[in-house]
Antibody
Framework: EVQLLESGGGLVQPGGSLRLSCAAS????????MSWVRQAPGKGLEWVSA????????YYTDSVKGRFTMSRDNSKNTLYLQMNSLRAEDTAVYYC????????????WGQGTLVTVSS | QSVLTQPPSVSAAPGQKVTISCSGS????????VSWYHQLPGTAPKLLIY???KRPSGIPDRFSGSKSGTSATLGITGLQTGDEADYYC???????????FGGGTKLTVL
């Protein structure tokens, strides 16, 4: 059974940093592109970043470029999102999602982890 | 404001049919496959339709998808109260190199 379990969310002050993790199981992790998708309270879905199976290729939405870094450790079946220079507008539930067939098609999602940026 | 435009809300009675539109442009829907997700309150999104009109295993045939030009449509027949959720379209934008989601449509089954 495919499972994605996010962790690392919490309360952080503006300008602070946080690292999210997503532990994957039930599939060959290195075979799949992975993404982070966030959802601000009461708002819609916003794609944040994606990474290829080998970790060699990454994509980011403009609003996080230069601040967020996505990486993966295929030996640990774990996905990461290092978030620096956090802003209030980064407050959201962050989901990791598995890419299927195309980078932008997500067949499995984690349960999400809440990041709150506030003083 | 999302690049992919969806109506904020739709509603219909149980047993009826509803459609949800997703309008984009030549660089996103016009060039790439569209997928649809639904999200029940407090839960993660779930894939409903992929490659414009295909259903993953386990999704009933009450759900259908189509695409024409730069627009896509999700159809739901035989509406049930359990279908009340937020629905999102998604695709890739080849010019921006980003994944796009529509703003979401809240379905109310009256």
């Amino acid at each position: 059974e495919v499972q994605l379990l996010e962790s690392g969310g919490g309360l952080v002050q503006p300008g602070g940093s946080l690292r999210l993790s997503c532990a994957a199981s039930g599939f060959t992790f290195s075979d799949y592109t992975m993404s982070w998708v966030r959802q601000a309270p009461g708002k819609g879905l916003e794609w944040v970043s994606a990474i290829g199976g080998s970790g060699g290729t990454t994509y980011y939405t403009d609003s996080v470029k230069g601040r967020f870094t996505m990486s993966r450790d295929n030996s640990k079946n774990t996905l990461y999102l290092q978030m620096n220079s956090l802003r209030a507008e980064d407050t959201a539930v962050y989901y990791c999602a598995r890419g299927w067939i195309q980078l932008w098609l997500f067949d499995y999602w984690g349960q999400g982890t809440l990041v709150t940026v506030s003083s | 404001q999302s690049v992919l435009t969806q109506p904020p809300s739709v509603s219909a009675a149980p047993g009826q049919k509803v459609t949800i539109s997703c309008s984009g442009s030549s660089s996103n829907i016009g060039k790439n496959y569209v997928s649809w997700y639904h999200q029940l309150p407090g839960t993660a999104p779930k894939l409903l339709i992929y490659d414009n009109d295909k259903r993953p295993s386990g999704i009933p045939d009450r759900f259908s998808g189509s695409k024409s030009g730069t627009s896509a449509t999700l159809g739901i027949t035989g509406l049930q109260t359990g279908d009340e959720a937020d629905y999102y379209c998604g695709t890739w934008d080849s010019s921006l190199s980003v994944v796009l989601f529509g703003g979401g449509t809240k379905l109310t089954v009256l």
